[in-house]
């Protein structure tokens, strides 16, 4: 990674944000919802809906 951004403060951001990803939960918008007139699916929705499609 210091190779890409070579600078360890950036690279340390970066660690220590993807850490949090495992504790803290993202925040959600409304914003599928407002583009397209109906809630976003679940990543799991999502997949059984286009199983088929990998089959």
């Given at each position: 990674?210091?190779?890409?951004?070579?600078?360890?403060?950036?690279?340390?951001?970066?660690?220590?944000?993807?850490?949090s990803?495992?504790?803290?939960?993202?925040?959600?918008?409304?914003?599928?919802?407002?583009?397209?007139?109906?809630?976003?699916?679940?990543?799991?929705?999502?997949?059984?809906?286009?199983?088929?499609?990998?089959?």
């Amino acid at each position: 990674m210091l190779g890409f951004w070579d600078d360890p403060a950036i690279v340390e951001e970066a660690f220590d944000a993807w850490a949090s990803f495992a504790t803290e939960h993202e925040e959600f918008t409304d914003t599928v919802e407002r583009l397209t007139g109906r809630p976003a699916r679940s990543l799991r929705e999502w997949a059984a809906d286009h199983a088929a499609d990998f089959r």
